[in-house]
């Protein structure tokens, strides 16, 4: 099967599917928080992956187990209506166990500072990033919310994809990080995501209420948070001389490929949300 192919499938049939897990709402849409979680701590393997080719680290069982502690306190903390700083409290305890772990069991320090800095983002990146999503299922319009940034992310992605595939030849190269990006990938990644922006409103005005050119200025913040979001990515798979994060995307290489934009762009369409639509910020 063709790159192309898989990616497609991945498109019109994977997105499909996960924005559909956002519509089932049992439970504080249960279903979707057990992706959240599964999708968080494999990118969180694929990541330690990545970091401990150029540094020792913790034990990898440890870090996982402190991720995964995120998004699973997360939706505990929704069904018992909890405020969500005590997950900022989870991360930063978190934090403090790594940093522990480093004073009792190292013997030599001069990748300490290396393995504990490394072993934190791990965190922070794929553990307190992804919890922005779940804090989108507390509102009315939760499952709008959800669909419509899963669907401007995905459509971002897509679209720079297409427009770098037939007409990004003659111009990449231009990001050291992404060699292979192009200039024509990133207009299209503004476009699609605008676009994206544009046609919700259009739809569900009572729900992205206000002046059109909020679409405008929204969906250029969210194509700018999702194309540096996968520009990350890619600096840490550069830095340890690493084409892809895994196997399991077909067509897309790991885990962390595929959500690399999503983590990116969750608190910042969060955050989007309040400033563009006066959505209250828990």
């Not at 959800?146 to 897509?158: E, P």
């Not at 207009?187 to 544009?198: K, L, P, R």
């Not at 194309?227 to 830095?239: M, P, Q, T």
Request: with cysteine; proline share 4%.
């Amino acid at each position: 099967m063709s790159k192309l192919l898989q990616r497609l499938l991945i498109f019109f049939i994977g997105l499909p599917v996960v924005i559909g897990l956002v519509f089932l709402r049992t439970y504080h849409q249960l279903p979707l928080h057990i992706v959240i979680c599964i999708f968080s701590v494999i990118g969180s393997m694929e990541l330690y992956d990545i970091f401990s080719k150029n540094s020792p680290m913790p034990p990898k069982l440890l870090v996982i187990v402190l991720n995964a502690l995120l998004p699973i306190s997360t939706y505990v903390f929704i069904l018992l209506g909890l405020p969500f700083n005590y997950t900022s409290w989870i991360f930063m305890f978190g934090a403090l166990i790594l940093m522990g772990y480093s004073v009792l069991s190292s013997k030599t320090f001069e990748h300490s500072n290396t393995s504990i800095a490394l072993s934190v983002l791990i965190l922070f990146y794929c553990g307190f990033l992804v919890t922005f999503i779940s804090r989108m299922t507390i509102y009315d319009y939760a499952v709008y919310y959800i669909a419509v940034f899963l669907f401007m992310v995905f459509i971002c992605d897509s679209v720079a994809w297409l427009f770098g595939m037939l007409l990004g030849k003659n111009n990449r190269g231009v990001i050291a990080a992404s060699p292979n990006k192009s200039i024509a990938g990133f207009v299209g990644g503004y476009i699609g995501c605008i676009a994206a922006a544009v046609l919700t409103h259009m739809l569900w005005p009572s729900v992205f209420p206000g002046r059109l050119w909020k679409s405008f200025v929204f969906g250029a913040l969210i194509a700018t948070s999702a194309i540096v979001g996968d520009l990350v990515e890619s600096v840490f798979k550069r830095s340890a001389n690493l084409k892809d994060s895994g196997f399991i995307m077909p067509g897309r290489g790991g885990v962390l490929d595929s959500i690399d934009s999503v983590l990116f762009s969750a608190p910042v369409f969060y955050v989007a949300l309040h400033i563009f639509y006066g959505v209250v910020l828990f």
